[in-house]
């Protein structure tokens, strides 16, 4: 049977093809035509609603012809200013703005006094007597409440409702959304917490302000909508640069759904109209073998996004730019790793007499990780958000100028390499932590370069794949600097191998990569 089936000769085949196309772009076109004939036959929406309005006797003859009259004015005044106005790009800019335009970036010192931090820690730590909450919900509460009062233990959610009720405070407003956004999607922020008995909600923060400013603090569940939300809450931070504004993702993955709202608005917002946003994303990302769709925010997609450019930036004639990079950038880009740093992070979003968006790649498993917890004394006067931390425990280590390598890294992996550091008690390893990637922290990078004179091995380790995460971002930048202080030695990677899947789904298999990367980083 396929034997007696031939294909017709190229040329015919070719004139039958271009004859076919030819026929579908007359019907298509006839069809166009015909749609335009049927509509230009159709009374105009606004005349028929009119004369519905008539009919029904809701407005007069007189009334419609006035009022038409009367836009057709406005417009056509518009249109004849328009053909000799030239454009001002201030006359677009909301004039609540003009608080927040700086003639450069100023330092804000974002750490509050102790006796306040207590004060605020054990109002949104305690849930009412005769409030009947989960078992579960309140052990958390009391832990809370313990934490406070010890001063030490403070997790990554108390940190955040210490920031959050400072602010309030302080005169600002903040507002969160996303989904599960009110238990947080790790059962760990309860900042509007049920009654297991009635139909009742208590927010333990709404206790630092008056009852007639309860709607300065808003925590909003939202649908599974991220293009949709995202894009709202953009909006309303444009208008609102007194509201600390947040929209969490379920996980950091998810935001894919809303990458539209992130690469035209928000990344480029400012570059394109001027527009101003402190909008903060909270992007749960981590490795932690609970596969692919539930473990990568993405991180190398903001940081692409970063306008950072280091060649221009590590010119001599440009060295002082550095200093002023976050205020000239599009945006930021962090991932921390520990409870003060977060509240100092959130504070500094809002104490600047600027705003800039904020893509935080925001923890899983250091929400509940004890080494992540912070003192109280870590927020207090004189404290501030860092971009860099320098090695945390250099005594256990050689002196400095006898460490032989330096391991920089970002985010969780952190306390992996460090765990594995103590249990193969390697002595000559420094670990420094970045925890704002982007706009890069040249100055805080190059410093730290210089107080290591002996090292001769330097790493960049990452959990994820050589083509995800923040290698192709940081990797030109730090080499840069090294090259600038005449380090005869390239960055090696230590990370997961090229793939097209951010993360394995066998818990195993990621346990094994896992030890791979953190035992090559440090040994």
Same mark, same amino acid.
């Given at each position: 049977?396929?034997?007696?089936?031939?294909?017709?000769?190229?040329?015919?085949?070719?004139?039958?093809?271009?004859?076919?196309?030819?026929?579908?772009?007359?019907?298509?076109?006839?069809?166009?035509?015909?749609?335009?004939?049927?509509?230009?036959?159709?009374?105009?929406?606004?005349?028929?609603?009119?004369?519905?309005?008539?009919?029904?006797?809701?407005?007069?003859?007189?009334?419609?012809?006035?009022?038409?009259?009367?836009?057709?004015?406005?417009?056509?005044?518009?249109?004849?200013?328009?053909?000799?106005?030239?454009?001002?790009?201030?006359?677009?800019?909301?004039?609540?703005?003009?608080?927040?335009?700086?003639?450069?970036?100023?330092?804000?010192?974002?750490?509050?006094?102790?006796?306040?931090?207590?004060?605020?820690?054990?109002?949104?730590?305690?849930?009412?007597?005769?409030?009947?909450? %989960? *078992?579960?919900?309140?052990?958390?509460? /009391? @832990?809370?409440?313990?934490?406070? $009062?010890? &001063?030490?233990? =403070?997790?990554?959610?108390?940190?955040?409702?210490?920031?959050?009720?400072?602010?309030?405070?302080?005169?600002?407003?903040?507002?969160?959304?996303?989904?599960?956004?009110?238990?947080?999607?790790?059962?760990?922020?309860?900042?509007?917490?049920?009654?297991?008995?009635?139909?009742?909600?208590?927010?333990?923060?709404?206790?630092?302000?008056?009852?007639?400013?309860?709607?300065?603090?808003?925590?909003?569940?939202?649908?599974?909508?991220?293009?949709?939300?995202?894009?709202?809450?953009?909006?309303?931070?444009?208008? %609102? *640069?007194?509201?600390?504004?947040?929209? /969490? @993702?379920?996980?950091?993955?998810? $935001?894919? &759904?809303?990458? =539209?709202?992130?690469?035209?608005?928000?990344?480029?917002?400012?570059?394109?109209?001027?527009?101003?946003?402190?909008?903060?994303?909270?992007?749960?990302?981590?490795?932690?073998?609970?596969?692919?769709?539930?473990?990568?925010?993405?991180?190398?997609?903001?940081?692409?996004?970063?306008?950072?450019?280091?060649?221009?930036?590590?010119?001599?004639?440009?060295?002082?730019?550095?200093?002023?990079?976050?205020?000239?950038?599009?945006?930021?880009?962090?991932?921390?790793?520990?409870?003060?740093?977060?509240?100092?992070?959130?504070?500094?979003?809002?104490?600047?007499?600027?705003?800039?968006?904020?893509?935080?790649?925001?923890?899983?498993?250091?929400?509940?990780?004890?080494?992540?917890?912070?003192?109280?004394?870590?927020?207090?006067?004189?404290?501030?958000?860092?971009?860099?931390?320098?090695?945390?425990?250099?005594?256990?280590?050689?002196?400095?100028?006898?460490?032989?390598?330096?391991?920089?890294?970002?985010?969780?992996?952190?306390?992996?390499?460090?765990?594995?550091?103590?249990?193969?008690?390697?002595?000559?390893?420094?670990?420094?932590?970045?925890?704002?990637?982007?706009?890069?922290?040249?100055?805080?990078?190059?410093?730290?370069?210089?107080?290591?004179?002996?090292?001769?091995?330097?790493?960049?380790?990452?959990?994820?794949?050589?083509?995800?995460?923040?290698?192709?971002?940081?990797?030109?930048?730090?080499?840069?600097?090294?090259?600038?202080?005449?380090?005869?030695?390239?960055?090696?990677?230590?990370?997961?191998?090229?793939?097209?899947?951010?993360?394995?789904?066998?818990?195993?298999?990621?346990?094994?990569?896992?030890?791979?990367?953190?035992?090559?980083?440090?040994?």
């Amino acid at each position: 049977f396929f034997l007696m089936i031939r294909r017709p000769p190229r040329s015919t085949q070719s004139r039958s093809s271009a004859a076919s196309d030819v026929y579908k772009r007359q019907v298509s076109t006839q069809s166009t035509w015909v749609m335009y004939k049927k509509i230009a036959q159709r009374p105009p929406v606004f005349s028929l609603y009119s004369q519905q309005l008539l009919k029904e006797g809701v407005i007069t003859s007189e009334w419609l012809n006035k009022e038409q009259k009367r836009w057709h004015d406005i417009l056509e005044e518009a249109y004849q200013k328009s053909k000799n106005k030239e454009f001002d790009r201030s006359e677009w800019i909301s004039q609540i703005w003009d608080l927040y335009i700086p003639d450069k970036a100023r330092g804000q010192r974002t750490g509050i006094d102790i006796t306040r931090l207590r004060e605020l820690g054990e109002k949104i730590t305690v849930l009412p007597k005769d409030f009947n909450a %989960h *078992p579960q919900v309140k052990k958390v509460f /009391e @832990a809370r409440t313990k934490a406070i $009062a010890e &001063g030490k233990g =403070i997790d990554w959610a108390t940190a955040e409702a210490l920031a959050f009720s400072a602010l309030l405070t302080e005169g600002f407003k903040v507002r969160l959304s996303g989904e599960d956004a009110q238990r947080g999607t790790f059962s760990h922020r309860h900042a509007v917490v049920h009654d297991q008995t009635r139909d009742l909600s208590y927010t333990p923060i709404l206790s630092v302000v008056p009852p007639e400013n309860s709607n300065h603090f808003t925590v909003h569940n939202s649908h599974l909508s991220e293009y949709g939300i995202l894009g709202f809450e953009y909006g309303y931070s444009l208008n %609102h *640069p007194n509201h600390l504004v947040l929209w /969490e @993702a379920q996980f950091g993955d998810f $935001a894919n &759904g809303a990458q =539209i709202i992130i690469d035209t608005f928000i990344a480029a917002g400012e570059n394109k109209w001027g527009e101003k946003s402190g909008l903060v994303l909270l992007l749960p990302h981590g490795f932690d073998g609970q596969g692919p769709e539930h473990s990568s925010a993405r991180l190398e997609r903001y940081l692409q996004l970063c306008d950072d450019d280091y060649i221009e930036l590590n010119k001599p004639e440009n060295l002082r730019k550095r200093n002023f990079l976050v205020f000239h950038s599009n945006w930021q880009v962090a991932n921390v790793t520990t409870a003060a740093n977060y509240f100092h992070l959130l504070r500094r979003q809002m104490l600047r007499e600027f705003r800039k968006p904020l893509v935080l790649m925001s923890p899983k498993k250091l929400l509940r990780l004890r080494a992540a917890t912070s003192n109280i004394e870590d927020m207090g006067p004189g404290t501030s958000f860092k971009k860099v931390f320098d090695e945390a425990y250099p005594q256990e280590l050689v002196p400095m100028k006898e460490v032989r390598r330096l391991v920089f890294c970002t985010g969780q992996i952190y306390y992996d390499l460090l765990e594995k550091r103590r249990a193969t008690k390697t002595k000559d390893v420094a670990i420094i932590r970045l925890e704002q990637v982007g706009p890069f922290p040249y100055e805080e990078v190059e410093t730290l370069l210089k107080e290591y004179p002996g090292a001769k091995e330097f790493v960049w380790a990452q959990e994820e794949p050589l083509n995800f995460g923040a290698w192709n971002f940081v990797s030109p930048r730090i080499q840069v600097l090294m090259d600038n202080q005449k380090i005869k030695k390239e960055l090696i990677f230590q990370g997961r191998p090229p793939s097209g899947s951010p993360a394995t789904g066998f818990s195993k298999l990621h346990a094994r990569e896992q030890e791979t990367i953190v035992t090559q980083a440090i040994c």
